[in-house]
């Protein structure tokens, strides 16, 4: 498996790097990027490591030789200040052995490099970073073992790696008896299958909050039922009172990132309190 873990490892290296990658041969020249600039030299890497990919028994030393130059000149050009840089081109060797490198070493680099672009990630890259620190995670884990379980439960963490967004301009609203009130910071995550959504009240001195769940692409009545919170003074759930006063939610769009619906019914609290709410609306794009 030594192999396989190092091209892994290669692949997690070049999703550090934006550049873009040229067509690649197995003539790789670095005789000429000892002056390279940070860019170039980010490009080198990726290069040289996607030739790399292609490594056989025959041409190992040459390509392994190649890509070692391209790390010491991007180390030349853009520091390391995390060292992950140097631990690469220490876990290549001498590049005599295909076999010489230390394989956990290399995965440990791995997912230390894809930590850092996961720590680094905007909206638009989250999902990518997120799900290459994963599966940097997990190759580690097979290789090398997760005594403590801390590498798991970073895994855990991670979720589906879909990152929550705020939705200033959506609508998540209801009446409380008469009071109105207006949920405007809604964040929504997708998990397990499932489009969470959570709205609070930002008005001044506001504690009120909801959350429910629905599963994902699906639209019908009762989906957010079982796990609709209301938050006020105390905490609200459906009602199991029964006709009149059932809960009732109907979710006529979800697909694309639009969640449409609506919601109303009885609430009641642990302590048997009831509260009826009305004209709730759902209307989030996420």
């Known amino acids: 498996m030594k192999k396989l873990s190092f091209l892994f490892f290669l692949f997690i290296l070049l999703s550090a790097f934006t550049c873009e990658n040229e067509p690649l041969d197995s003539e790789i020249d670095t005789s000429n990027s000892g002056n390279l600039n940070c860019e170039a030299a980010a490009q080198e890497v990726a290069t040289a490591a996607l030739a790399f990919v292609s490594v056989t028994d025959d041409n190992y030393t040459q390509l392994c030789s190649a890509y070692k130059t391209a790390l010491e000149n991007l180390l030349a050009a853009c520091g ?13 060797g001498d590049c005599s052995d295909p ?41 580690q884990i097979a290789e090398c073992g997760d005594n403590d379980g801390s590498l798991q439960a970073i895994v855990d963490d991670l979720g589906e790696c879909v990152v929550n967004v705020e939705n200033p301009d959506q609508e998540l609203s209801l009446f409380a008896g008469t009071a109105p009130i207006d949920f405007e910071d809604i964040s929504v995550a997708v998990e ?67 969640l449409v619906g609506s919601f109303g019914g009885v609430v009641t609290n642990a302590d048997g309190g009831d509260l009826s709410i009305t004209s709730g609306v759902i209307n989030i794009t996420y």
């Open 80 to 92: 390391d200040p995390d060292g992950s840089i140097q631990s690469s081109i220490d876990a290549l």
């Open 99 to 139: 076999n010489g490198f230390d394989d956990c070493e290399a995965l440990a680099n791995a997912t230390n490099l894809a930590e850092v672009n996961f720590n680094n990630a905007t909206d638009d890259n989250y999902a990518d970073y997120c799900n290459a620190y994963k599966l940097a995670l997990e190759n």
């Open 192 to 258: 397990n299958g499932m489009v969470k959504v959570t709205g609070v009240d930002t008005s001044p001195g506001s504690v009120y909050s909801i959350y429910f769940e629905v599963p994902v692409d699906t639209t019908g009545e009762g989906l957010i039922n079982d796990t609709f919170e209301l938050t006020l003074t105390s905490v609200f759930y459906p009602s199991e009172l029964g006709p009149p006063f059932d809960f009732v939610s109907n979710i006529t769009v979800n697909e694309a990132g639009n």
